[in-house]
């Protein structure tokens, strides 16, 4: 079974960091693009940051300067370096990820996600 799985996620204060990390694992033969999304109580869920698999990065204007992705290809692995904190970044944040996984017929196309880190910036 292919899965997501997030991690470093956790209550912070305002200025303050975190990193998040996620790793895909399963019969994944392949990931292209990987991203970062996040979703505040009554908010529709918004993208964050994405990188390609060749290292090109994009951030929602809310987090450039503070943010971070990176990737490790070999280890099917995507991080996000979470600084300068603010209260608005608040929220459940999701990893997700497009690629090829093995299938009883060869491979197929997919969308993967995490089930979700909880990010909490309070004093």
């Known amino acids: 079974q292919v899965q997501l799985e997030e991690s470093g996620g956790g209550l912070v204060q305002p200025g303050g960091s975190l990193r998040l990390s996620c790793a895909a694992s399963?019969?994944?033969?392949?990931?292209?693009?990987m991203r970062w999304y996040r979703q505040a109580p009554g908010k529709e869920r918004e993208l964050v940051a994405a990188i390609t698999s060749g290292g090109s990065t994009n951030y929602a204007d809310s987090v450039k300067g503070r943010f971070t992705i990176s990737r490790d290809n070999a280890k099917n692995t995507v991080l996000l370096q979470m600084n300068s904190l603010k209260p608005e970044d608040t929220a459940v944040y999701y990893c997700?990820?497009?690629?090829?996984?093995?299938?009883?017929?060869?491979?197929?196309?997919?969308?993967?996600w995490g089930q979700g880190t909880q990010v909490t910036v309070s004093s």
């Open positions: 997700n990820a497009d690629g090829k996984v093995a299938s009883s017929t060869g491979s197929i196309w997919s969308v993967l």
């Open positions: 399963g019969s994944i033969l392949s990931i292209d693009d």
